[in-house]
């Protein structure tokens, strides 16, 4: 069962998700995310930024006790089995990496990483203090490596201080 700080990072998730705030996610909400993100991305990279989205979509509505809704418990319930499920972490990983490696560099800048927090949250947000965080080796980027050990922190960790766990910025709480 999730801890409350785990509960609190994935609301933090979720609510950025649920453009019309009715405490479900559909898959336009999904869709609507992978919009923004293309609107301060890169011309031409949408469709692999709605590929991303609709993975996430079909993994959680897959778990959903409501058809073509999917409310926090359900994704909660996915949280839960994350810890078992390790590849899976790593695939969402590698998908979420390519997403926001924009130039494909196998690097995640600091702007790129700006630009997907500032699609994820809907408005312009200060991302150096937590990027410096997540960027271990000191470096100025984000390796895939860095990338994946901080999003399994984050969805599978429930250690407060860990770097992953404010890979969507800080959790309230």
């Given at each position: 069962?999730?801890?409350?700080f785990?509960?609190?990072?994935?609301?933090l998730?979720?609510?950025?998700?649920?453009?019309?705030g009715?405490?479900?996610?559909?898959?336009?909400d999904?869709?609507?995310?992978?919009?923004?993100?293309?609107?301060?991305?890169?011309?031409?990279?949408?469709?692999?930024l709605?590929a991303?989205?609709?993975?996430?979509?079909?993994?959680?509505?897959?778990?959903?006790?409501?058809t073509?809704?999917?409310?926090?418990?359900?994704?909660?319930?996915?949280?839960?089995?994350?810890?078992?499920?390790?590849?899976?972490v790593t695939?969402?990983?590698?998908?979420?990496?390519?997403?926001?490696?924009?130039?494909?560099?196998?690097?995640v800048?600091?702007a790129?990483?700006?630009?997907?927090?500032e699609?994820w949250?809907?408005?312009?947000?200060?991302?150096?203090?937590?990027?410096a965080?997540?960027?271990?080796?000191?470096d100025?980027?984000?390796s895939?490596?860095?990338?994946?050990?901080h999003?399994?922190e984050?969805?599978?960790?429930?250690?407060?201080?860990?770097?992953?766990?404010?890979?969507?910025?800080?959790?309230p709480?």
């Open positions: 069962m999730a801890s409350s785990q509960r609190d990072k994935v609301r998730v979720f609510d950025a998700l649920d453009g019309d009715d405490g479900t996610l559909r898959e336009g999904f869709e609507a995310l992978a919009r923004r993100w293309a609107a301060v991305r890169v011309a031409g990279d949408g469709e692999r709605l991303v989205m609709r993975g996430w979509w079909d993994a959680l509505a897959a778990h959903s006790r409501t073509g809704a999917v409310a926090i418990e359900d994704v909660l319930t996915v949280v839960d089995l994350l810890g078992t499920m390790p590849e899976a695939a969402t990983a590698d998908a979420m990496f390519e997403a926001v490696d924009e130039n494909r560099d196998g690097l800048s600091p790129e990483y700006r630009r997907m927090i699609a949250s809907g408005g312009p947000a200060d991302t150096g203090e937590t990027f965080l997540l960027d271990l080796d000191g100025g980027t984000i895939r490596e860095e990338f994946a050990a999003w399994y984050f969805w599978a960790g429930n250690d407060p201080a860990a770097p992953g766990s404010r890979v969507f910025g800080r959790v709480g």
